[in-house]
Nanobody, 130 residues
Framework: QVHVVESGGGLVQSGGSLRLACAAS????????MSWFRQAPGKEREGIAC????????YYSDSVKGRFTISRIYEDNRVYLQMSSLNAEDTAVYYC???????????????????????WGQGTRVTVSS
């Protein structure tokens, strides 16, 4: 049974850093495209980062590019989101999502749309205080 659980959220001061983790069970993170999304209060869900399984591509939204880094550690069977230079606009619930197709890669167009993802975690909340 495919399952992902996010962790690492919390309260951080503006300018600070956090690392989120997405722990996978029932599958290997090495073989599936995985993304991070977030949803801020009163706003639509936003795709912020995607890591492919086999073509080496990584994508970021403009809102986080240069500040966030997505990575995968096979031995941990986790995907991470390292976040730095956080600001109040980063306050949101962060979700991990899995493209359920074996050896899937991030779609160069549309990776940030939730349509392509089959499995989602429950989210972890990040609050950035100014």
């Amino acid at each position: 049974q495919v399952h992902v659980v996010e962790s690492g959220g919390g309260l951080v001061q503006s300018g600070g850093s956090l690392r989120l983790a997405c722990a996978a069970s029932g599958f290997s993170v090495d073989y599936y495209a995985m993304s991070w999304f977030r949803q801020a209060p009163g706003k639509e869900r936003e795709g912020i980062a995607c890591i492919s399984s086999s073509d080496g591509n990584v994508y970021y939204s403009d809102s986080v590019k240069g500040r966030f880094t997505i990575s995968r550690i096979y031995e941990d069977n986790r995907v991470y989101l390292q976040m730095s230079s956080l600001n109040a606009e980063d306050t949101a619930v962060y979700y991990c999502a899995v493209d359920g197709s074996f050896r899937s890669n991030c779609r160069s167009v549309g990776w940030a749309s939730g349509t392509w993802y089959d499995y989602w975690g429950q989210g972890t909340r990040v609050t950035v205080s100014s």
